[in-house]
C-alpha cells in the first residue's frame, strides 16, 4: 500500500492544495492521500492560526466524495507543536508494510535539515516536493509541478478586504467561510 501523507496549515484549504494532491495521487500511484493539518508549525510558533477544529472541517469538506482523499486530526489533537516524525510513528505502526510518502512544499525543502529527527524520518518516509511555482531544484526529492498561483494568505487578505474568494476555494469550503465568519477583519496575516 501507498499512502501520501500532506501536512500543513491549510489555513484555508484551496484548490492549488487540491490540485497538487490529485496529481500526487496519479503520478506516484498513491492508495491514499491523507490531508493532516498541523496544530501548530514548529517553524510557525506565535503565528496566530485559524483554530484546528475550523481547519479540519474545511479540509473534510474539501475532500468530501474524492475516493482517495482522507483527512485526519491527529495533530489537532496533540498539543504542542506537530513534528512530522510523530505522525509517521502513527501511521508505521497503523500501516507496518505501507510505503509512506510525506508530502512538502517546495518552501520547506531548505529547512528540512532542522525538522525534528530528521535523519529517523528520511529513514520512514519518502519525500515529495510540491510545487506552486516552476521550482525544480529539490535536491534527492521527486517534485510534482504544477503552477499554481493561489495562495491562502491571499484568500485571507481577500475575505479580510471583502473581496470575492471564488474559484480559490471549494465551494463548500466558501460557504463555511461565510457561515462561520472566518477571516473577517483580521490583520492581513502572512
Not at 492521500?33 to 484546528?52: C, D, E, N, R, W
Amino acid at each position: 500500500m501507498k499512502i501520501g501523507l500532506y501536512g500543513g496549515t491549510f489555513d484555508p484549504i484551496h484548490h492549488g492544495h487540491l490540485i497538487l494532491a490529485r496529481q500526487t495521487v496519479e503520478q506516484l500511484g498513491l492508495d491514499r492521500l491523507v490531508f493532516i493539518p498541523a496544530a501548530q508549525s514548529p517553524f510557525k510558533t506565535g503565528q496566530a492560526l485559524t483554530p484546528g477544529q475550523h481547519r479540519f472541517e474545511m479540509v473534510k469538506l474539501a475532500i468530501e466524495g474524492e475516493t482517495h482523499f482522507a483527512a485526519d486530526d491527529v495533530e489537532i489533537e496533540r498539543t504542542g507543536p506537530s513534528y512530522s516524525i510523530d505522525t509517521v510513528d502513527i501511521y508505521r505502526q497503523a500501516f507496518p508494510g505501507a510505503d509512506l510518502f510525506w508530502l512538502i512544499g517546495e518552501d520547506h525543502v531548505p529547512s528540512l535539515p532542522k525538522w525534528h529527527r530528521i535523519d529517523e524520518l528520511k529513514n520512514r518516509v519518502r519525500f515529495v516536493v510540491l510545487s506552486r511555482a516552476d521550482w525544480a531544484d529539490a535536491g534527492p526529492y521527486p517534485v510534482i509541478p504544477r503552477r499554481i498561483d493561489i495562495s491562502a494568505t491571499e484568500i485571507r487578505n481577500r475575505v479580510a478586504n471583502d473581496l470575492p474568494i471564488t474559484y480559490l476555494v471549494p465551494e463548500r469550503v466558501l460557504r463555511y467561510l461565510q457561515a462561520v465568519k472566518l477571516y473577517r477583519g483580521e490583520e492581513h496575516r502572512s
